[in-house]
C-alpha cells in the first residue's frame, strides 16, 4: 500500500521560512521523480517543484530563488524548502509520487 505523508505545514509571516517533508512507503523511491503540488483558494492546483531519482530538479517560475525541493533516497524523504513567502503562496501543498497523491499540508502566509 502506497502512502505519502506531509508535514510542516503551518502559519508563517510574510518573508519567512518553512520546510515541508513527505515520507513515502510502498513505492521504489528510488526509481520514482517526487514532485510538490499547491492548491491555493479558488485555484487550479499547480506544480511547484519536482525532483527525478537521478537528482534533476525543476521549479515553478513563480517560486523560482525562494523554494528548494530535495531528496533523500536512503530515508524515502522529499522535503520543499520555501524561504521568502509571499501571501500568494498560501495553499494546500501536496506530494506526488507517480499516479499517488499524498492528503496535504496547509501553509498559511499571512500577518
Known amino acids: 500500500q502506497v502512502q505519502l505523508v506531509e508535514s510542516g505545514g503551518g502559519l508563517v509571516q510574510p518573508g519567512g521560512s518553512l520546510r515541508l517533508s513527505c515520507a513515502a512507503s510502498?513505492?521504489?523511491?528510488?526509481?520514482?521523480?517526487m514532485a510538490w503540488y499547491r492548491q491555493g483558494p479558488g485555484k487550479e492546483r499547480e506544480r511547484v517543484a519536482a525532483v527525478s531519482p537521478g537528482g534533476s530538479t525543476y521549479t515553478a517560475d513563480s517560486v523560482k530563488g525562494r523554494f528548494t525541493i530535495s531528496r533523500d533516497n536512503d530515508k524515502g524523504t522529499v522535503h520543499l524548502q520555501m524561504n521568502s513567502l509571499k501571501p500568494e503562496d498560501t495553499a494546500v501543498y501536496y506530494c506526488k509520487a507517480a499516479t499517488y497523491w499524498g492528503q496535504g499540508t496547509q501553509v498559511t502566509v499571512s500577518s
Open positions: 510502498g513505492i521504489s523511491f528510488r526509481n520514482t521523480e
